[in-house]
C-alpha cells in the first residue's frame, strides 16, 4: 500500500492480503501447518527460495497482514508479531544484545521490563544502568564502550514523565548503541518513535493495539535488517510468536486505533483539567496540561497526551483508596488500553514491591491513583471519581 496514504486510512487498510474467495474483512487462518504442492516446492521453502508457508511458528498469513499494517503505522520498513509485549522486549534483547553488553534504560519502565533485565538478561552477563526518564545528561553520562541499547518507555507510567527520543537518539547514535522506544502508551496514532530517530519500536499489542482488552500480544518495528530479518530468526527458532487468532483480533483493533486514541485523549484532557480544579486534589500528571513539566516537548513529540494520567488525592493513601472504592463505573484493575476506563492505587500494587524510599524517591505517592481513560462519557467519569473525593 502506498505510503502517501494518512495514518488513519494505513489503520484500516494497509497489509491486508485477499484469498481467492475475495473475502472483505480479514481472513483468520487458524492452521498450523501449510501443505506444498509437491515434493520439489517443500524443498523450495525449507531451503528458503520460496517465501510461501510453511509452518505457522514461522510465518502465518493472518500474523502477516498484522505485522505489514503496524509496520505502515509505524512508517517502518519491517514489523514482526510476538506472543507478548514482554516477548518483544526479549527478543529486541536476545537478538541485539550478547554476554558482556550494557544496558541504559530508563528508571520508569514497566515493572516486568526491569525484572527482565536485572533477573534474567543479568545471569547471561548483560549489566543495566538505570537513569531518569528526562534528565538525558544522565543517559550520556551512564553510556560506557560496550552500551549497545538504550531504551525507554514515554510517557512513563503512571508519572507520564516525556522522554526526549530526539535527543537521546543523538546520545544512542554517537555511543554506537540502538535506541529501542516502547511505544505502548500513544501508539503510533499519537507518536512514531522511527521519525525521531528510534532504531526500534516495541509494542504490548494487548493494550491499546487491541483496544478492547481481549488477547495477549506483542510486536517489534523497525527497519529489515534490524528487526525483519533477525527477529524473524529469532522467532522462528526461539518460539514466542504470536497465534494467528491473536493476530487477528490486533489486526481489526488497528481499523479504529486512530479514532480510540483521539477521543480517549480528549477525554482523558477533559478529565485532567477537572481533576486540576479539584480542591481534594494535590497535582494532576498529565502531558496535556500546561503545569506539566514536558508539555511543550510532549506537543512536539506527540499528537496528542494519550488516555493516562495520574493525580495525588489530599489525605494519602486512606483518601485515595476511598476514591478508588467508591467507584461504581470504572474498572478496578492494573490493566490500561481498554475503551473501558481503568483505575488502580500504584503505590500498593503496580508499584507495592518497590521499597517505601524508592518509591517515594520515583514520585509514587501514597496518594497517587493511576486513572486509563477509556471511552464512557467524561461527564459519567467525573461522577464516578466526585463520590469518593467528595465523601
Ligand atoms: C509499557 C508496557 N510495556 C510492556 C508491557 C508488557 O506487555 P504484555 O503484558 O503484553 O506482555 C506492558 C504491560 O502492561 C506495558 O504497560
Redesign the pocket.
Known amino acids: 500500500m502506498s505510503k502517501d496514504y494518512e495514518l488513519a486510512t494505513q489503520g484500516v487498510r494497509a497489509g491486508q492480503a485477499r484469498t481467492e474467495f475475495q473475502e472483505h474483512s480479514e481472513a483468520l487462518f487458524l492452521t498450523s501447518s501449510f501443505v506444498f504442492e509437491n515434493a520439489r516446492q517443500a524443498a523450495a521453502r525449507f531451503a528458503g527460495e520460496d517465501d510461501g508457508m510453511v509452518y505457522t511458528r514461522y510465518t502465518n498469513p493472518t500474523v502477516s497482514m498484522f505485522q505489514r499494517r503496524l509496520a505502515a503505522l509505524e512508517g517502518a520498513e519491517s514489523c514482526v508479531a510476538t506472543a ?4 518483544a ?1 526479549l527478543a529486541t534483547a536476545m537478538v541485539h544484545l550478547k554476554s558482556g553488553d550494557h544496558v541504559v534504560c530508563s528508571n520508569a ?2 515493572g ?2 526491569i525484572q527482565l533485565f536485572n533477573n534474567v538478561l543479568a545471569r547471561f552477563g548483560i549489566e543495566t544502568t538505570y537513569v531518569s526518564p528526562t534528565r538525558t545528561e544522565e543517559w550520556a553520562r551512564a553510556v560506557k564502550k560496550n552500551t549497545k541499547l538504550l531504551f525507554l ?1 514515554t510517557p512513563s ?1 503512571p508519572l507520564t514523565e516525556v522522554s526526549d527520543i530526539a535527543v537521546l537518539s543523538t546520545i544512542a547514535r554517537k555511543a554506537g548503541a540502538l535506541l529501542a522506544v ?1 511505544n ?2 500513544c501508539t503510533p496514532a499519537l507518536q512514531r518513535p522511527l521519525e525521531l530517530g528510534a532504531d526500534l519500536v ?1 509494542h ?4 491499546y493495539l487491541d483496544g478492547q482488552g481481549r488477547v ?3 510486536a517489534v518495528a523497525g527497519s529489515k535488517a534490524l528487526v525483519g530479518d533477525p527477529m524473524t530468526a529469532f522467532l522462528r527458532t526461539a518460539g514466542p510468536t504470536l497465534s494467528p487468532f491473536n493476530a487477528w483480533v490486533v489486526l481489526k483493533g488497528l481499523e479504529t486505533l486512530q479514532l480510540r486514541m483521539l477521543a480517549q485523549s480528549a477525554a482523558a484532557l477533559e478529565l485532567a483539567r477537572w481533576l486540576e480544579s479539584h480542591p481534594k486534589v494535590a497535582r494532576v500528571h498529565y502531558p496535556g496540561l500546561a503545569s506539566h513539566p514536558q508539555h511543550e516537548l510532549a506537543k512536539r513529540q506527540q499528537r496528542a497526551a494519550g488516555s493516562v494520567l495520574s493525580f495525588e488525592v489530599k489525605g494519602a493513601r486512606e483518601a485515595a483508596w476511598r476514591v478508588i472504592d467508591s467507584t461504581r463505573l470504572v474498572s478496578v484493575t492494573a ?2 488500553g481498554d475503551v473501558k476506563t481503568t483505575i488502580i492505587h500504584p503505590a500498593s500494587t503496580t508499584h507495592g514491591r518497590i521499597s517505601p524510599e524508592a518509591r517515594a524517591a520515583a514520585g509514587i505517592t501514597e496518594g497517587l491513583i493511576r486513572v486509563a481513560v477509556g471511552l464512557e462519557a467524561v461527564a459519567d467519569l467525573k461522577d464516578d471519581l466526585k463520590r469518593g473525593l467528595e465523601a
Open positions: 507478548s509485549g514482554m516477548a522486549i519502565v514497566f516486568a521490563t518507555e507510567n516502547d505502548v502508551f516495541v504490548s499489542a494487548t493494550k495477549i500480544a506483542g490493566n490500561l
